[in-house]
């Protein structure tokens, strides 16, 4: 049985947002099932939890004795286990494999970044004008950037463009 850790509790600001979420998803998307153990608040600063995940961080899966943390490689273990998630033909996979590096690395900085602004200093003038400046970020500075989605080969496989 694989086993999620994750928080019991976290901040308002913060509900939706852990990363234990697309791991979560990625488990449900692939019909496997899963148990669900929660840490209390300083939990993940144990020298038991830091010998699982060494940056105190959740998720980590456990399954078998495996233990992976960090989200990008969970979800790229569970897609392993399930065409619907990672596809077996060569270029397909390739494809899904890049939208999951982009996620990662374009787009989730600019989405932090944002996010941080908001809950943390929302209020302050100056928040106000840097919030301005990531609108020029790579997820929106491409022209037609929402078109993208629904041209990409990964969905158009399976998802019929929007009607325009």
């Not at 065409?83 to 890049?98: F, I, S, Y």
């Not at 020029?136 to 989605?149: A, D, E, M």
Request: net charge neutral; hydrophobic share 40%.
């Amino acid at each position: 049985m694989i086993t999620v850790t994750a928080f019991r509790w976290v901040p308002p600001f913060a509900q939706g947002q852990v990363r234990d979420l697309r791991v979560r998803w990625a488990l449900e998307e692939a019909g496997l099932k899963y148990e669900t153990r929660l840490l209390e608040q300083g939990d993940q600063n144990t020298p038991e939890y830091r010998a699982l995940q060494p940056f105190g961080q959740v998720p980590i899966i456990e399954e078998d004795g495996q233990v992976l943390f960090e989200s990008g490689a969970i979800v790229l273990h569970i897609g392993e286990k399930s065409e619907a998630l990672l596809p077996k033909d060569g270029p397909a996979r390739a494809r899904a494999t890049q939208w999951l590096i982009a996620a990662l690395n374009s787009i989730e900085p600019h989405v932090q970044n944002f996010a941080i602004l908001d809950a943390f200093y929302g209020d302050q003038e100056w928040a106000k004008l840097r919030r301005r400046g990531p609108r020029r970020s790579p997820c929106n500075s491409w022209p037609g950037w929402p078109s993208i989605w629904a041209r990409s080969p990964i969905w158009t496989e399976t998802v019929s463009p929007p009607a325009t």
